[in-house]
């Protein structure tokens, strides 16, 4: 018979645990029915967790490359059945209650996220910071960034199905792993359903693999990494915007609020706002086609349409406009310059045309380099 369900646990040292584990999961199979699987995705252990599992039947993959996404990829890659569940070996799930997991895979389902917070957290279950800190912030951060409705980005009980798994393309190898999996299925459209999970206190005695601030920075910033949007783009356009309009005033004259008094120098730094948020648009775009180009993210209607949009010829002419446009205000100053007979400026007017001048030369040298090397990225198109 075709196996239908694969329930993977990754291990690492789970000797006290591991047994009570594989057994829930196979009574679960038996009293439902379902001609299912264990797999132990072994990361090293030195405890006798091997021969634990084979004792009961489980079917051990030892995978050497460390880590919790790597353990887990391994034993997902190993499993034979048409679904997977995955879940950790530590007794804080109940392998008993798989059912709302496979039905919600059977009504087609890509991928089925438990929620703690609805189903509950018992007591000592779950590290304060985690449960009111960590959690909740990363899994904000998830659903603002990937327009993702999941409650819960880090429950570790989870299904998908097989065919799903490789649509994701996961290729992390930490903690990091967990949110990568809901970010790479939000991305690719996958079908996603939530079902409350019961989470309670693992039945170890040693402290868990996971460790609070390292895995937690290690979720972060996969979640900021692959989100180009928010890394790149949105801060660059707000600094930019903010920089055209506060130049554009200052440009036209002093600027009072009360009794400050903003002049040239100001200026200067509401110029750099406009080219510091520059290089930020021009850093995501770069991005957006490394990422793309290298499988990292999928492409879009909207990417094919940035290389439509933009090309080497169009940056190349608006380059060169903004080069020589600052080279005649270049060229004004000087003039007005000469009439001090290049002595000491006083006059602000002065650095009113040079300071946009230098601001234009410096943006059309980096469109044109951008354009260039943009074009190199997109090649492969």
Request: proline fraction near 4%; charge should be positive.
């Amino acid at each position: 018979m075709n196996v239908e369900l694969s329930v993977v646990m990754p291990c690492l040292n789970e000797a006290e645990t591991l047994a009570v584990c594989i057994e829930k999961a196979q009574g679960f199979f038996e009293r439902e029915n379902i001609n299912g699987e264990v797999i132990i995705a072994d990361n090293g252990s030195t405890d006798g967790s091997q021969q634990i599992a084979k004792n009961l039947n489980a079917t051990v993959v030892n995978v050497p490359q460390k880590g919790y996404g790597s353990a887990l990829r391994g034993g997902i890659e190993a499993a034979n059945g048409k679904y997977v569940i995955m879940g950790d070996a530590d007794d804080s799930y109940d392998f008993n209650n798989l059912m709302p997991y496979v039905s919600k895979l059977r009504e087609g389902n890509d991928l089925v996220m438990g929620n703690r917070f609805k189903g509950g957290i018992k007591k000592g279950a779950m590290p304060f910071l985690h449960k009111y800190l960590g959690n909740p912030v990363l899994s904000f951060i998830g659903r603002l960034f990937f327009k993702s409705k999941i409650g819960d980005f880090h429950c570790g009980l989870r299904g998908f199905s097989k065919e799903a798994y490789y649509k994701m393309e996961l290729k992390t190898t930490g903690m990091e792993f967990a949110s990568e999996m809901i970010v790479k299925a939000s991305l690719k459209n996958l079908k996603i359903a939530e079902v409350p999970t019961v989470l309670s206190p693992d039945g170890r005695t040693r402290p868990p693999h996971l460790n609070t601030w390292r895995d937690g920075w290690r979720h972060l910033r996969f979640l900021v990494l692959y989100s180009p949007n928010w890394l790149f783009l949105i801060p660059g356009l707000l600094l930019m915007v903010f920089g055209v309009i506060t130049s554009a005033f200052l440009i036209a004259g002093p600027v009072s609020i009360g009794t400050v008094n903003f002049d040239v120098h100001t200026l200067l730094f509401t110029s750099g706002f406009v080219l510091i948020g520059f290089q930020f648009i021009l850093f995501y775009g770069l991005t957006k086609v490394f990422t793309v180009e290298n499988d990292l993210l999928p492409k879009s209607n909207k990417y094919d349409r940035l290389f439509k949009f933009i090309n080497l010829e169009k940056g190349l002419i608006l380059g060169l406009i903004l080069v020589i446009v600052g080279i005649v205000l270049s060229i004004s100053a000087y003039w007005d310059w000469q009439e001090t007979s290049f002595g000491d400026i006083n006059n602000t007017a002065v650095f009113r045309t040079v300071i946009p001048a230098v601001t234009l030369m410096l943006l059309g040298i980096q469109i044109i380099l951008f354009s260039l090397f943009f074009s190199i990225l997109g090649l492969k198109k």
